[in-house]
């Protein structure tokens, strides 16, 4: 079975910091694996995928991420953050066949101040 | 396009009550999911209908059914709510599955007293 560790559940950074939110996955077959960011009172949108090839993955809003598959790692990062990046960050991961579903880690919530 | 909709935004039960929970999309997607988001516990799938016609559970099914309806529409009812369905509850629907981008529709917050 799959699983989704999120290493922190809370990040606080000041304005223009860098930051990386930790993902570890275990599954015994390939997996897609997404970031996906949940704005205050919104639902879920897609930072981005790693489906296959090149494994540094980018995404919006500035956004990116290295799978590992040495290290079932998905690590997502940011040069500088923002204010605006405030939000709360979910790591999933999919089995490679049609008809799953994504499995979620618990999020981390990134909290951004100036 | 509107994407994912769902009906009601807010609702407040009490125990015992039932409702059914409204999701559709408009993009032609085959794949549609309900989830449940609770504090510190991510998203758990509750369940799935990989295509028209077809529906699994997920991760936490016990008190819920779903029906998809046609390839639009897929309701999840509560038949006898609990206090511990207190959630936030989204929709979402993809192309197909697994590699695609689910795309979420804006939830429903649900109180049980």
């Known amino acids: 079975a799959q699983s989704v560790t999120q290493l922190d559940s809370q990040v606080p950074v000041f304005e223009e910091a860098p930051v990386e939110l930790r993902c570890n996955y275990s599954?015994?077959?390939?997996?897609?694996l997404f970031w996906y960011v949940q704005y205050p009172n919104q639902g879920l949108q897609l930072l981005l995928k790693y489906l296959s090839g090149s494994t540094l993955v980018k995404g919006i809003n500035g956004f990116e991420a290295e799978f590992n598959k040495s290290q079932t790692s998905f690590h997502l990062r940011k040069p500088s953050v923002h204010i605006s990046d405030t939000a709360e960050y979910f790591c999933a991961v999919s089995e490679n066949q049609a008809g799953t579903a994504l499995i979620f880690g618990k999020g981390t919530t990134l909290s951004v101040s100036s | 396009n509107a994407g994912v909709t769902q009906t009601p935004k807010f609702q407040v039960l009490k125990t015992g009550q039932s409702m059914t929970l409204q999701c559709a999309q408009d993009?032609?997607?085959?794949?549609m999911y309900w989830y449940r988001q609770d504090p510190g516990m991510g998203l758990r799938l509750i369940y799935y209908s990989a295509s028209e016609g077809t529906t699994d559970k997920g991760e936490v099914p016990n008190g819920y059914n779903v029906s998809r309806l046609n390839k639009r529409e897929f309701s999840l009812r509560l038949e006898s709510a609990a206090p511990s369905q207190t959630s936030v509850y989204f929709c979402?629907?993809?192309?197909?599955?697994?590699?695609?981008?689910?795309?979420f529709g804006p939830g429903t917050r649900l109180t049980v007293l």
């Open positions: 979402a629907s993809s192309e197909s599955g697994g590699w695609d981008t689910q795309y």
């Open positions: 599954s015994s077959v390939s997996v897609y």
């Open positions: 993009m032609n997607h085959n794949s």
